[in-house]
């Protein structure tokens, strides 16, 4: 394996991680408020939706009934994603925070009405299996060269790194990867991210002090929607998929959930543990299967291990996971 | 919590309101996409119930039954199996390893060995999130998801691996003749000859009544509930957490497992890719609508199986999607799941007032 190949799977992982990073972050939010949050997937799912189909309309000539956008098509399908996806934490907010219900449960109902409703309405729409039309120009998000990127190239090591791994993703990528500090800061340095945690951890304590646990666990659940809009938006906009295809969050929602208790909660850990997982996803993408000499790493293994790796840190052998103290459990304001 | 509801109030007027309104969302949505939902339901009831779809949809609600069974017996002990889907699967690996191993003589034998090896594979699936929940507090939600994905990989591994027949297709060798269960139709002739509906359905309501049996008349049914009631209390009593924990989802696993018997020994009568179909996650809408009770969970899996066969039909009469199933599914698990309390609290107010008036 020589250098530029490691540059290359290295820069597939970036950009695989990339939706894991966002929904992983999203996921962290409002468990950390003590919501938790299967519906990860779900709420990705519905904003790829929404981005494709929004993009897609905002460019589509007027005479076809479109809006015939030429430039910020694009954003339009974020601003659509991010709607949607809040719709969808709204109502898990409701039904978990409000109602007191069962907020497994209400993920799991989340992510079953994103996995039909988008090929219904789709389907409805589009009239193409579910599909949205293929996206092209200002409708996506193409690469951006980082300053320099071109004359740098020919630096020997830092060269390559940089023209190839650093530059050229696009604007969804770096913004997932400044969302990574820009969380540790709101949680940990800021009055806001206290009372998110405390409101996760010891909710009475928090009523006690005078602040309302339901706003502040609806504001983590209305970040979480923006984030797995993001992720969303990522996926129909930002890949080569070029638009959405039915069911293309393809289990990444559970995979950002894994990362979320791969990273114990922690913003920084959670950079880590997404790209691990977007590092294990293109060393599948890549090899069929790794021959290890010994024995033979068949590519399932590969696809298994995210999974595999979040029960044995869930099961305490390589540290403890623990998380939020309040998580799943509806508050109740004593009478 | 029930506070001055009636006990039919709880198990029967909640369930049906919540119900209503998750279908009267489901005929919104219908009107969405511009087609007429009184139209939708009686494709769907017709194209269900008839001589042709009621074969088939008695083979869908043999697959919830057993799922829903499996979600139901895990609730009685609060804990939420979300895995049925990755049990189900590896049980169907049960039940082909044990019909390739041996050439069985006749399918008296062949249920019974295909039975214990759904139930062994699809409990030993169960088995390490439960005794990971029961020893060392790893939340058997998020375990039991994650073993849904492990064993697909595995699934898929198998198929294209070890047990892949000789070509390119995924999937085993055939089962032998002597494995072959009997359908429906060679039992009673008035059902359709291609429908897959096949014995596995008794066993099935068999299930639901040893599940009855073992909730409500044994010692151990007795210890899940009050377990499931209040683990301190439980304790207090001299009940065992690591026991029933571990019980309940091996019994829940196996229940799940089962599901093979229909699906991979009775229709497919090989191991294919994806035998499951979303049927595992079926079982959480249809334990919550039958309040997790054996009855109520075999009418509520024939109502899902009437969804999903009526679904299949409204693709052909109306070209409504197949989807428009799992949005039913989805706001039925919704609406009467984590928005029930939506319908709980008025109920319970308007027993409130109707009993100060009649005092």
């Not at chain 1, 299967?289 to 595999?308: K, N, T």
């Amino acid at each position: 394996m020589d250098f530029n190949t490691i540059i290359q799977i290295l820069d597939s992982a970036v950009r695989l991680s990339t939706p894991l990073l966002l929904a992983c972050l999203a996921g962290l939010y409002s468990e950390r408020s003590g919501i938790f949050d299967i519906g990860l997937e779900g709420k990705m799912l519905a904003g790829a939706f929404a981005a494709g189909a929004m993009s897609a309309y905002a460019g589509m000539p007027v005479i076809e009934g479109g809006l015939g956008m030429t430039w910020g098509m694009a954003w339009m399908g974020v601003g659509a994603a991010i709607a949607v996806s809040i719709v969808l934490a709204l109502i898990h907010g409701f039904a978990s925070i409000t109602l007191r219900g069962n907020q497994l449960i209400s993920g799991v109902a989340i992510n079953f009405f994103a996995a039909g409703s988008t090929v219904l309405i789709g389907q409805y729409w589009f009239r193409s299996g579910g599909q949205t039309p293929p996206l092209s120009g200002a409708q996506r998000f193409g690469p951006i060269e980082l300053p320099f990127a071109g004359v740098l190239k020919d630096v020997p090591i830092l060269g390559p790194i940089y023209e190839g791994l650093i530059s050229g993703h696009n604007i969804l990528v770096y913004v997932a990867f400044a969302a990574v500090p820009l969380t540790w800061w709101i949680l940990f340095r800021t009055r806001f991210g206290l009372r998110l945690r405390a409101v996760g951890e010891n909710p009475g304590a928090v009523d006690t002090a005078g602040i309302s646990v339901v706003k502040q666990r609806y504001a983590a659940v209305l970040i979480a929607g923006v984030l797995c809009g993001l992720a969303g938006a990522y996926l129909s906009l930002g890949t080569s998929a070029a638009g959405f295809v039915k069911d293309m969050s393809a289990g990444k929602g559970f995979i950002a959930l894994a990362a979320l208790i791969f990273a114990k909660w922690q913003p920084k850990a959670a950079l880590g543990a997404s790209l691990l997982f977007g590092l294990l996803e293109a060393i599948g993408n890549r090899y069929q299967s790794i021959d290890l000499g010994v024995f033979v790493v068949p590519v399932q293994f590969m696809q298994a291990l995210p999974y595999i790796l979040t029960v044995v840190i869930l099961a305490g052998f390589i540290g403890k996971a623990i998380p939020p103290a309040a998580g799943g459990e509806p508050y109740v304001k004593e009478r | 919590m029930n506070k001055g509801l009636p006990k039919w109030a709880d198990i029967v007027l909640i369930p049906l309101l919540s119900l209503t309104l998750a279908f009267l969302v489901s005929g919104l949505v219908v009107m969405f996409i511009g087609k007429d939902p009184i139209e939708a339901v009686k494709v769907m009831v017709s194209g269900a119930l008839g001589k042709f779809g009621i074969g088939y949809t008695l083979y869908y609600t043999t697959n919830f039954i057993f799922t829903g069974l499996a979600v139901a017996i895990a609730f009685h002990a609060r804990m939420f199996n979300i895995g049925g889907e990755g049990q189900a699967g590896i049980g169907g690996v049960g039940v082909a390893v044990v019909l390739l191993a041996v050439d069985w003589p006749h399918w008296t034998v062949a249920i019974v060995a295909a039975s214990i090896g759904a139930m062994v594979f699809g409990a030993a699936w169960a088995a390490i999130p439960a005794y990971l929940q029961a020893k060392r507090g790893s939340h058997i939600v998020i375990t039991t998801i994650m073993f849904n994905w492990i064993g697909s990989a595995l699934i898929v591994y198998l198929l294209v691996g070890p047990l892949q027949a000789p070509g390119m297709v995924p999937e085993t060798l055939g089962f032998s003749a002597g494995s072959s269960i009997p359908t429906l139709n060679d039992i009673f002739p008035a059902f359709d000859k291609h429908a897959p509906a096949n014995i596995s359905l008794f066993l099935a309501l068999f299930a639901a009544f040893g599940v009855w049996v073992l909730i409500w008349k044994t010692r151990l049914g007795y210890e899940i509930r009050a377990f499931g009631h209040s683990e301190k209390a439980a304790i207090y009593a001299g009940i065992k957490p690591v026991k029933i924990i571990m019980v309940a989802m091996l019994v829940s696993g196996a229940l799940a497992g089962m599901m093979a018997v229909n699906t991979v020994q009775g229709e497919a009568e090989r191991l294919i890719l994806d035998t499951v179909q979303g049927a595992g996650f079926v079982g959480i809408a249809v334990a919550l609508m039958g309040r997790s009770h054996p009855v109520g969970v075999v009418l509520a899996a024939f109502l899902f199986g009437i969804l999903y066969q009526g679904g299949g039909e409204l693709s052909f009469a109306m070209g409504i999607p197949r989807e428009m199933i799992v949005v039913i599914q989805a706001l039925v698990i919704m609406f009467v799941g984590s928005l029930e309390n939506m319908v709980r609290i008025p109920v319970e107010r308007l027993f409130v007032r109707f009993r100060k008036g009649a005092a």
